[in-house]
């Protein structure tokens, strides 16, 4: 029977801890995963896009150009705190300039750190308000568009290659055959099917001697049936043909074929 496959949209950041607790059988991850916990198959890099307002110089590029970081040298790049693409990364490799802050004023301050978008969904809105640019993957982009933005892929950044993961130590049967099934491999294959847990082997044992009784029920089935019961036809007949032996004839008479056997008359 077919297991349904539930997908489920979660935040970035708790996606981990969901896995760990065992909300989620398996999710997909960008890497680099914690290799002590989980393990994961890379299934594709993903393009990088920048994220600007409708009526930007950027906008005026066919979807299928890429943008360049100097096409958006000279805007602010906000980045959010569930950034999937920066972290780690120098300073310098950053499109675009340093938030600062500013004096109540409304001079600049370069002292002051401006608080950044809580989330990528907000930083997009803050995009939308004519606040600057944000970079991030293709797909989060796509996930919340708006109206009053739009987005172009972006040369000489960095890419995210998305994983499918899952807690290395309790996985499931159901989730070790999804494994299978993203590796590749069938029921077939040369690497087998995937290792089973110890209740599972005892339910493979159990398939296995039941299976075996009733084979060697059906086969005393067929070795029974063999033997003709009484009143079969061939009892009838061996009955018949003792019938026809145990009748004489008249000592000289040859009956002919068809012909009635005369009847034996007592003498008076």
């Known amino acids: 029977m077919d297991t349904p496959l539930e997908l489920i949209q979660v935040p970035a950041a708790d996606a981990t801890q969901l896995l760990t607790n065992g909300a989620l059988d398996a999710a997909l991850l960008r890497l680099p995963v914690d290799t002590a916990t989980f393990s994961a198959i890379p299934l594709y890099t993903e393009d990088t896009v920048v994220v600007v307002h409708r009526d930007h110089i950027v906008a005026a590029l066919e979807d299928s150009e890429e943008a360049s970081t ?57 995009v939308g308000n004519g606040a600057g640019i944000t970079v991030v993957p293709m797909s989060l982009a796509r996930l919340h568009r708006r109206k009053d933005v739009t987005y172009r892929r972006l040369t000489d950044v960095p890419t995210s290659r998305v994983a499918l993961a899952w807690v290395t130590d309790t996985h499931t049967d159901l989730t070790e055959e999804m494994i299978g099934i993203v590796r590749g491999r069938t ?19 159990a398939t296995k001697k039941t299976t075996s009784a009733e084979r060697k029920a059906k086969q005393g089935d067929k070795r029974s049936g063999s033997a003709r019961a009484p009143g079969s036809r061939g009892t009838q007949q061996s009955r018949s043909t003792k019938q026809a032996h145990g009748t004489k004839l008249p000592r000289g008479t040859k009956p002919s074929r068809g012909s009635k056997q005369p009847r034996r008359t007592k003498r008076t």
Do not use: C, F, M, N
Request: proline content about 12%.
């Open 70 to 126: 100097d096409d958006v040298a000279e805007e602010t790049l906000w980045i959010p705190l569930d950034d999937v693409l920066w972290s780690g990364a120098p300073e310098s490799r950053r499109p675009g300039r340093t938030p600062v802050g500013y004096r109540d004023d409304g001079t600049a301050d370069p002292s002051i750190t401006p608080t950044p978008p809580t989330s990528t969904e907000e930083a997009i809105a803050w």
């Open 187 to 205: 029921a077939h294959s040369s690497r087998g099917a995937a290792t089973s847990s110890p209740q599972a082997e005892d339910r493979k044992q």
